[in-house]
């Protein structure tokens, strides 16, 4: 099969092709492309190649989803195996003991800028200028948002808050 016929065949099905692919797989433009590519390196060109690239893309696609599945399932059963972000024995804090499974659900359900400021402050160490770099903010924005962070941690996790010095009045 020469360029020309290729090229009309890819103009004429990809689209066709992808909407059957998607029966099975997440990814059909990956499999109609790889139909093509077997297509186009054969030897002898198949007497109906239509009727060879909808069955190519069928048996691909349903390859394709197949293995996705076991991905997933691999995926899911190695992060249920994963060592949890906190110590397995529960920490003390004062009087209070924080369970470690409570204190990660805790930190999942912060807004997703409250829990990048925290973790790239408490586990990567970065200072609030790094991180305000990082985030595309202020330094000022991202001690904000790690100071509220932590108090919506301490209240999910029924924690008292920190007391503070009393603010003293300044006289000029």
Not at 42 to 70: D, K, M, Y
Request: aromatic letters at 6%; one cysteine or more; a neutral charge.
């Amino acid at each position: 099969m020469d360029s020309e016929q290729l090229g009309r065949l890819i103009d004429r099905l990809a689209q066709a092709l992808e909407l059957y692919a998607r029966q099975w797989c997440d990814a059909p433009e990956d499999v109609v492309q790889e139909a093509f590519v077997k297509l186009a390196s054969q030897r002898r060109s198949p007497a109906t190649p239509e009727a060879w690239l909808f069955r190519a893309v069928r048996n691909g696609a349903i390859n394709a989803g197949i293995a996705s599945q076991r991905r997933r399932r691999h995926e899911a059963n190695a992060a249920a195996k994963e060592p949890s972000w906190f110590d397995p024995a529960p920490a003390r804090w004062g009087e209070a003991v924080i369970d470690p499974e409570a204190a990660e659900a805790a930190l999942a359900s912060l807004p997703p800028a409250q829990r990048e400021v925290i973790v790239a402050h408490l586990w990567g160490d970065l200072t609030f200028e790094q991180i305000a770099a990082l985030a595309g903010t202020s330094t000022s924005s991202a001690h904000r948002l790690y100071h509220t962070g932590l108090i919506a941690l301490r209240t999910r996790l029924g924690l008292p808050l920190c007391h503070t010095n009393p603010t003293r009045s300044i006289t000029t």
